[in-house]
């Protein structure tokens, strides 16, 4: 993300040696990152596994998935870089087709290997490793037939403080704030334990139903930025602010859709994930419904989240987003789950409230951190429209 959102910058300012320069870096950083992973992690899987303490029998059962899902690691981190630098080229569509492609391959090759070759676990992570292997192919191909700056050259890649620097001052935020929300959720699975296995699993359900809508803010997000970057490094600061506003109607929009349609199917969509094997388990479904009907109406708030997110990765202020997102776990979800455990006996339902409070304040959270970087923007957008003064020497 960093990587695109430099690479979008440069090529809006007409920089396109810049863009060059960063396209080749960013995808030479992607091996390289590949290479230390696959050398570090594959080949001393069991080793690793048993520094985790995992139990010797699932060692032996596991260490061959282990190395799969490494190598799957690998290619994908380099189709990650791919798909930034295709996004900031404004191929949306075409990542999209892409995906659905890997989704197709993914559920076939699974439903052949399990169905029809009666395979185990592992081979359901070579499917995904194959369907991976499918990206880094087209990746290959069409990183070296793109034309004009955004075309792969050995040439150009510069392992320089001049070139490195930039994106990983805004990486480096993005990257810790992905691993301390993800550290966070394990925390938050951990401490709904305490209402049972059950609850722990129907929190996974009824965050998989809000990915239904969620998953739309954030395509809109990244979308959004690499756009946001290429106009403010054109100077464009008032139409950054201009998208930002559109795209904030937009996902306040799609959360409001979303409420209205969770709602009256949630009883139908928690019905079908508590069955199991043609057992229908009711007590799993009341437990999702129990949580999903107070996290769903975060919806709206996680839109202006997401709004304020690819405005504030636009405009470089990486460090903002992690700070919104490590708050939005260590801040205003693990205290409040502690909290309803400690003075409620409140049941399954704590862990619901807890995401609806989390989610909601988030989202005015970054309504707070939005209002002065857009009198920011505002403010360079005036000077942006001053007319420009000329001395007596110049020709008219």
Request: glycine share 8%.
């Amino acid at each position: 993300m960093g990587g695109s959102i430099k690479i979008s910058e440069a090529y809006s300012q007409g920089d396109y040696e810049a863009v060059q320069r960063r396209t080749a870096t960013v995808y030479a950083l992607a091996v390289v990152v590949s290479i230390v992973i696959a050398v570090t992690l594959i080949p001393f899987a069991e080793p690793f596994l048993r520094l985790l303490r995992t139990p010797e029998d699932l060692i032996l059962a596991g260490a061959g998935y282990f190395r799969i899902e490494m190598l799957t690691l690998v290619i994908s981190f380099f189709n990650t870089v791919f798909i930034a630098v295709a996004r900031s080229q404004g191929h949306a569509a075409r990542i999209l087709r892409l995906n659905l492609a890997v989704i197709a391959v993914k559920l076939s090759l699974s439903a052949f290997f399990v169905y029809v070759l009666r395979g185990g676990v592992t081979t359901i992570a070579a499917a995904t490793l194959l369907s991976q292997a499918l990206v880094l192919v087209y990746a290959l191909f069409f990183m070296r037939r793109d034309e004009g700056a955004f075309r792969f050259s050995a040439r150009n890649i510069r392992m320089n403080k001049d070139t490195l620097l930039p994106i990983f001052h805004l990486s480096y935020p993005i990257s810790a704030e992905k691993m301390l929300f993800a550290a966070g959720k394990v925390i938050v699975n951990s401490m709904s334990g305490v209402y049972g296995g059950l609850t722990v699993g129907a929190l996974g359900i009824s965050n998989n139903i809000g990915g239904l809508t969620t998953s739309w803010h954030i395509g809109f997000t990244d979308g959004a930025a690499p756009l946001i970057s290429q106009n403010q490094g054109a100077g464009k600061y008032r139409r950054t602010l201009q998208l930002y506003f559109w795209l904030l109607l937009i996902d306040v929009a799609i959360g409001l859709a979303g409420i209205l349609m969770v709602s009256s199917a949630l009883p139908w969509l928690a019905g079908v994930f508590a069955q199991s094997k043609n057992n229908f388990d009711p007590e799993f479904r009341d437990a999702i419904i129990a949580i999903h009907r107070w996290e769903m109406l975060g919806y709206v708030t996680l839109g202006i989240n997401s709004a304020t997110v690819a405005l504030l990765m636009g405009y470089g202020h990486t460090k903002l987003t992690m700070l919104l997102n490590v708050a939005r776990v260590f801040v205003f979800r693990v205290p409040v789950l502690w909290a309803f455990h400690r003075f409620t006996s409140l049941g399954a339902e704590a862990v619901g409230l807890t995401m609806m409070v989390s989610n909601v304040s988030t989202g005015l959270a970054a309504i707070a951190i939005a209002i002065p970087v857009i009198r920011k923007i505002l403010k360079q957008s005036r000077e942006e429209e001053l007319p420009q003064t000329f001395t007596k020497e110049e020709p008219q």
